[in-house]
């Protein structure tokens, strides 16, 4: 009896790229010809990811779940986003810097080709990143959630006056601040706007939220840590606030008087490609010069 060989599947490799930097054109029609020559599909590059999140039609999601790999073509602003459009399906996200800092991405522009050849042979591991949950609440209704990998924040928008704004974890109010904002970061988000604002970093490592009061009317106003199986409450309270919720930086919606954010643990994570053997603590000293 004659056994004939199945042949291994043919792995999609999906590509994401900023349409806001010339160069991920011709990296990705680079990318395109070089995947060809080894018989490797490429999805159809996505542009305008920040718009593909907000409305994927059944046609993305279908596309989506053809992949084994996403690129990422650009800085972290289009990592972000991508991590939120790709989470639900499980796709491992490879960044490659065309920005300025690059803190997730994992390679620059060119190691891109030695860094596509070692997918092919398997030869990356994985890194799970925690991501968070947000849901608005309005007059007793609740939006779909949304996820974010690195924060979720209130902020008082183009106002100059600050906004009074309460803080809950479960059912115990930590806090009552007059500030410009508060900010819940993941561990990832810890080294964006948290960072900037006078919060802690912390290593990915660790499932936790980060709760930071953007310049607040208080000495005794600090950040906090809390355990990531807990749901951080946020209520705007004076009913002359302009405040507005953004997720990972992107457009906010408005909150009136009365309104909530929840915010808690996502259900599912970023899978960040890893190739190079660097420490969180090494990428964090090697960035930090960098942006200085």
Request: glycine share 8%.
């Amino acid at each position: 009896m004659c056994f004939v060989k199945e042949a291994e599947p043919v792995p999609t490799v999906g590509v994401v790229l900023n349409d806001e930097k010339p160069q991920a054109q011709e990296v990705a029609a680079e990318m395109a010809a070089w995947l060809s020559d080894r018989n490797i599909a490429m999805g159809i590059p996505l542009t305008k990811v920040t718009e593909l999140v907000q409305s994927p039609s059944e046609e993305l999601r279908s596309r989506l779940r053809q992949l084994d790999w996403v690129v990422v073509l650009g800085g972290d602003g289009t990592l972000l986003n991508t991590a939120r459009l790709v989470a639900h399906y499980g796709i491992p996200v490879l960044g490659v810097n065309l920005g300025r800092l690059g803190f997730l991405t994992e390679i620059e522009i060119g190691d891109l080709f030695p860094a596509l050849q070692r997918l092919i042979a398997g030869d990356y591991r994985i890194e799970e990143r925690m991501m968070l949950e947000a849901v608005l609440v309005h007059q007793d209704k609740f939006s779909d959630p949304v996820y974010a990998l690195n924060d979720v924040v209130i902020t008082k928008g183009d106002h100059p006056r600050m906004i009074q704004m309460e803080a809950a974890v479960g059912n115990e109010v930590v806090g009552n601040y007059a500030a410009d904002g508060l900010i819940v970061a993941s561990p990832t988000g810890s080294t964006a706007y948290n960072l900037s604002a006078g919060g802690p970093i912390v290593s990915p490592e660790i499932h936790a939220m980060i709760l930071t009061p953007i310049c607040p009317h208080a000495m005794d106003a600090r950040p906090l840590v809390v355990p990531q199986d807990e749901t951080i409450r946020l209520t705007v309270t004076n009913a002359h606030g302009h405040a507005v919720v953004t997720v990972d930086g992107q457009p906010g919606l408005p909150m009136l008087c009365g309104d909530q954010v929840l915010v808690k643990k996502a259900p599912v994570t970023c899978r960040l490609i890893r190739l190079a053997e660097r420490s969180f603590f090494r990428i964090l000293r090697e960035k930090m010069r960098q942006g200085r």
